[in-house]
């Protein structure tokens, strides 16, 4: 479908999809959410200094998608930039459906002046998400916005419903626009330290939760930032964690928590204390140099500002985190998306069928600031890869382009990086930082189990401290200094995933691949067909897709 009919197409897609769906709900089907989103450039102040915002229906973060397991989103999304565009859904896992992923890998962008509706389900999931822009460097200019996803009615869920139900969307910032970031990374020079930090797009007290006293309420805490793990605390209160990333987990009370970039956590703050405002303080870990920020916990009965100081909270302490992340346990009593208890699956018993080892690079190439796994540094083609892998179009990639272990060298090399898979294999994946920064990793399309963490250098033998009966299950995971994070996950959904670090200036030069699972099967059971709307390009437009 060649770009300049793409907004036409699509509307008739939609048109179609409407149709359809109304004949899927008349039959019970499970129900559909429609939205339409604008996205065009704004001005944005969030540091106090004017800025080019990438808004979506003119907000800044996005609105937030609410939504129930197995809900299907219908998101259309009109391309008002000029440049192209897409939306990625972190943690979504897209089940038998990559092409709807929305990274570089998997979906054609929208064209300036296009559009394109994603068709999503949220799959036997629950809990906590965001959506992010992911191409070019996006989403420094924002773009991002909450996801929550409730549990189906009659499920039940290890807490009493609470009285109100917070996003709250923390990250770093830069007072440059995105195309100045880019332009910076293009030129082979990194970023710098951060400006400031946001919460829900605001800067020091820019933003209020109101709460009653005496009422428990939840808050959805992500990291949607570009470069720094992040702590969160609230002054007089404790959090009592429910749930990590779709999980349910042990409720651990904490006094504050670390949250690394791309993670989400939810937690339960009951409002016990004297009427005041209280602050919220966001500030970064693990940098020499400690930024913060704050928003506003006011009690409907507030008597003003809460005495005291603000709450500190730990700044380079590595076991401090690595202690707090082993804390973090899932709840194997609870129910999950299903009516059966979310640790009914023993992931423990089950023998893995390979181990794939990633490390972690910094590495200099053509005399430009790039970082590698296991020595590659990605490069996107000009077609994305799960396009030319339906369409069978040759010399975009290769499988086997990146090893299932690093390769000892201290160099670099550019390539479009994908590893190969196999359908409902078992496998233990390593990630191994070598370097001095944390890192946090990301992979679409999954959720795995963090069965192991530590400092050193990772070996066989670091299986003996594995935790194997109530590791939590999540999305994406944090890697200290000089350690090492161990992953079990089954390779349970067809298609090319994105395998990723979440630090944007690493991903964005190359700390990044594609894991291509792949059946022989051609079954819709396995893997859907490509969508029927799905913008083509590269070496694959004018192609056709299926009939409409």
Known sequence: M???????????????????????????????????????????????????????????????????TNDNLIINVFNKLNEPFLLSWNGIQQRRNSFEDGVAGTTCPIPPGGNFTYILQAKDQIGTYFYFPSLAFHKAAGGFGAIRVLSRPMIPVPFPPPAGDYAVL?????????????????????????????????????????????????????????????????????????????????????????????QSYSVLLTADQPGYDYAVVVSTRFTSKIISTTAVLRYSNSAGKAPGP??????????????????????????????NPQGSYHYGLVPTTRTIRLASSAA???????????????VNPDTPLKIADYYKIAGVFSVGTISDS??????????????????????????EN?????????????????VGMDGGKWS??????????????????????????AIYMPLDNVGMWNVRSENWARQYLGQQFYLRVWTSSTSWRDEYPIPKNALLCGRAAGRRTRPL
């Not at 359809?20 to 065009?40: H, I, K, M, N, Q």
């Not at 992340?325 to 129910?335: D, H, V």
């Open 2 to 68: 060649a770009a300049g009919n793409a907004g036409g197409a699509a509307a008739a897609s939609v048109a179609l999809l409407l149709l359809a769906t109304s004949a899927l709900l008349a039959a019970g089907d499970d129900p559909y959410r429609f939205f339409t989103w604008t996205v065009t450039y704004g001005d944005i102040t969030p540091l106090g200094v004017k800025q080019q915002g990438i808004l979506i229906n003119g907000q800044f973060p996005g609105p937030q998608i609410e939504a129930v």
């Open 170 to 262: 923390i990250g770093d910032w830069y007072k440059a626009n995105h195309t100045a970031l880019k332009y910076t990374l293009d030129s082979g020079k990194a970023l710098g330290f951060p400006d400031g930090l946001l919460i829900n797009g605001r800067s020091w007290d820019g933003y209020t939760f109101n709460v009653q006293p005496g009422r428990t309420y939840r808050f959805r805490i992500s990291n949607v930032g570009l470069a720094t793990s992040l702590n969160i605390r609230f002054q007089g209160h404790t959090m009592k964690l429910v749930e990590v990333e779709g999980s349910h987990t042990m409720q651990t009370t904490y006094s504050s928590l670390d949250v690394h970039l791309g």
């Open 310 to 339: 603000l709450p500190g909270g730990p700044t380079i302490q590595i076991d401090w985190s690595l202690n707090q992340a082993r804390s973090i346990r899932w709840n194997l009593t609870a129910s999950g998306p299903r009516p």
């Open 364 to 378: 200099t190439i053509n005399g430009k600031q790039r970082y590698a796994v296991n020595g590659v540094s990605h």
């Open 406 to 431: 690093p390769s000892g060298g201290a160099g670099a090399y550019l390539q479009t990086a994908v590893m190969g898979a196999s359908y409902r294999d078992y496998v233990e994946v390593v990630f």
């Open 434 to 450: 070598p370097e001095s920064e944390v890192q946090s990793w990301h992979i679409d399309g999954y959720a795995f189990w963090v």
């Open 460 to 485: 066989s033998a670091s299986r003996q401290s594995y935790n194997l009966r109530d590791a939590v299950s999540r999305y994406t995971v944090q890697v200290y200094p000089n350690s090492w994070t």
